[in-house]
């Protein structure tokens, strides 16, 4: 089995190891080794720097801004970039740069690149992401909120939920059902909108590390114009599934040299405490390593589904098992080389990272707690185990379905639908 990456890939491997050691600060460690108070400064001068040197859209086009490379050359930097722990953008561009503007360049109109992808790029709209609804999140297909043409606008009710780095943005891009009689998975649409107007409303959703990362974002007679449509009125579940190709195509490999470098400083912790020779945990960190290295080579195999110009399909289950049963697992046997230390950590946070601690807080007690707190999460968003272990079963064993309960028409979806009051 060949893993190599191409010549090319490996050569512009070699130019990013080069910029990240000429630009990164020295004895750079990570954003954690920052002090809190100076992170968004330097966050905001690096996303400068990344534009100037034509790293923050690799693989766009160079007409609309990019370095007009491949999505190798986008992971390749992906890579490096986690390997030295080095931000690639705000919280808020995983969704406009990677997510939208990707989505944009193949599905958007021309008008719409022109007007969107610079204002992406240079950072004057920062944007997220509206599709999970509170019922309506592994089962996307299922959403409830609705738009309604007005004239030549969309007028928009309902809500979402689990919305990352809402606080922080001005548009959203938004799934709504916009025909309610037709099938679940037809009659959506996906949707470009403000959200600095009346009719929209952000509130966050606090984790049990303390974090709010997440936010509800409720829409009240919301509106946007008629033409910001991306794919087609009606047609907007196949461009969010290309959207989400877009997400997971990049994310294929980093995850696992993520979780690898968590890994070793595991091991580390054990090696510390003297609990390298105790045969449990020596058993538990071979298991580890196993799952390490299971999700890196799943993940090469999504790279290469990628290249060939393969959507995501349902065995994208099995990995999403895998790696978020993989979070739980290797931050329990932290806390438990920890022993009683967990119980009153010290040290530096994480820095509200969801998976595992920002790059320069992994030494510290509190980040491996505040870790493992997030990590509970895990099994539950971005499709919950039950729902994975369905898709594997039905789709790709062949076993019977579940019954379904949501096989008729969306007929009342058209009326007016508010923010509940109180907090």
Same mark, same amino acid.
């Given at each position: 089995?060949?893993?190599?990456?191409?010549?090319?890939?490996?050569?512009?491997?070699?130019?990013?190891?080069?910029?990240?050691?000429?630009?990164?600060?020295?004895?750079?460690?990570?954003?954690?080794?920052?002090?809190?108070?100076?992170?968004?400064?330097?966050?905001?001068?690096?996303?400068?720097?990344?534009?100037?040197?034509?790293?923050?859209?690799?693989?766009?086009?160079?007409?609309?801004?990019?370095?007009?490379?491949?999505?190798?050359?986008?992971?390749?930097?992906?890579?490096?970039?986690?390997?030295?722990?080095?931000?690639?953008?705000?919280?808020?561009?995983?969704?406009?740069?990677?997510?939208?503007?990707?989505?944009?360049?193949?599905?958007?109109?021309?008008?719409?690149?022109?007007?969107?992808?610079?204002?992406?790029?240079?950072?004057?709209?920062?944007?997220?992401?509206?599709?999970?609804?509170?019922?309506?999140?592994?089962?996307?297909?299922?959403?409830? *909120?609705? =738009?309604?043409?007005?004239?030549? !606008?969309? $007028?928009?009710?309902?809500?979402?939920? #689990?919305?990352? /780095?809402?606080? +922080?943005?001005?548009?959203?891009?938004?799934?709504?059902?916009?025909?309610?009689?037709?099938?679940?998975?037809?009659?959506?649409?996906?949707?470009?909108?403000?959200?600095?107007?009346?009719?929209?409303?952000?509130?966050?959703?606090?984790?049990?590390?303390?974090?709010?990362?997440?936010?509800?974002?409720?829409? *009240?007679? =919301?509106?946007?114009?008629?033409? !910001?449509? $991306?794919?087609?009125?009606?047609?907007? #579940?196949?461009? /969010?599934?290309? +959207?989400?190709?877009?997400?997971?195509?990049?994310?294929?490999?980093?995850?696992?040299?993520?979780?690898?470098?968590?890994?070793?400083?595991?091991?580390?912790?054990?090696?510390?405490?003297?609990?390298?020779?105790?045969?449990?945990?020596?058993?538990?960190?071979?298991?580890?390593?196993?799952?390490?290295?299971?999700?890196?080579?799943?993940?090469?195999?999504?790279?290469?589904?990628?290249?060939?110009?393969?959507?995501?399909?349902?065995?994208?289950?099995?990995?999403?098992?895998?790696?978020?049963?993989?979070?739980?697992?290797?931050?329990?046997?932290?806390?438990?080389?920890?022993?009683?230390?967990?119980?009153?950590?010290?040290?530096?946070?994480?820095?509200?990272?969801?998976?595992?601690?920002?790059?320069?807080?992994?030494?510290?007690?509190?980040?491996?707690?505040?870790?493992?707190?997030?990590?509970?999460?895990?099994?539950?968003?971005?499709?919950?185990?039950?729902?994975?272990?369905?898709?594997?079963?039905?789709?790709?064993?062949?076993?019977?379905?579940?019954?379904?309960?949501?096989?008729?028409?969306?007929?009342?979806?058209?009326?007016?639908?508010?923010?509940?009051?109180?907090?």
């Amino acid at each position: 089995m060949d893993v190599d990456y191409p010549p090319q890939a490996q050569e512009f491997r070699v130019k990013v190891k080069a910029f990240l050691g000429r630009e990164l600060p020295p004895g750079w460690s990570g954003m954690g080794g920052l002090p809190e108070s100076e992170r968004e400064h330097f966050r905001a001068q690096w996303r400068k720097k990344l534009g100037e040197n034509s790293m923050l859209a690799v693989s766009w086009p160079k007409q609309y801004g990019g370095a007009g490379l491949s999505l190798v050359e986008q992971v390749v930097l992906a890579e490096e970039f986690a390997l030295a722990g080095a931000p690639m953008g705000s919280e808020n561009d995983t969704f406009g740069i990677g997510m939208l503007g990707n989505t944009l360049i193949h599905l958007g109109t021309e008008e719409q690149k022109q007007h969107y992808l610079p204002k992406i790029l240079s950072g004057e709209q920062r944007w997220c992401q509206g599709y999970s609804e509170p019922d309506a999140g592994s089962d996307l297909a299922g959403i409830r *909120t609705s =738009a309604v043409l007005d004239g030549d !606008e969309w $007028v928009i009710n309902g809500q979402k939920t #689990w919305t990352s /780095a809402g606080h +922080l943005a001005d548009h959203i891009f938004v799934l709504a059902r916009t025909d309610p009689d037709a099938p679940k998975h037809r009659g959506i649409s996906f949707l470009l909108v403000p959200m600095d107007q009346p009719g929209v409303e952000v509130r966050p959703i606090r984790n049990m590390a303390g974090y709010a990362l997440f936010n509800e974002v409720f829409f *009240t007679d =919301a509106r946007t114009a008629s033409h !910001e449509v $991306v794919g087609g009125v009606n047609d907007g #579940w196949r461009t /969010a599934m290309a +959207l989400l190709g877009y997400e997971r195509g990049v994310t294929a490999t980093t995850d696992a040299m993520r979780f690898r470098a968590d890994l070793d400083r595991l091991v580390a912790l054990a090696r510390e405490r003297g609990l390298t020779s105790d045969t449990r945990i020596r058993d538990r960190l071979a298991w580890c390593h196993s799952r390490v290295e299971i999700i890196r080579f799943r993940g090469l195999q999504a790279l290469t589904r990628s290249l060939a110009g393969k959507q995501p399909g349902p065995e994208a289950a099995i990995s999403k098992i895998i790696w978020s049963e993989y979070a739980q697992a290797y931050t329990e046997l932290a806390m438990e080389i920890l022993g009683p230390e967990a119980l009153a950590p010290t040290g530096q946070a994480t820095g509200g990272m969801l998976q595992m601690p920002e790059a320069g807080t992994e030494n510290s007690p509190l980040s491996w707690v505040e870790t493992f707190l997030a990590a509970r999460a895990g099994t539950i968003y971005a499709g919950s185990s039950q729902v994975q272990r369905n898709i594997i079963g039905e789709v790709l064993l062949g076993l019977p379905k579940e019954p379904r309960l949501d096989t008729g028409p969306f007929r009342d979806l058209g009326k007016k639908r508010t923010a509940p009051v109180g907090g």
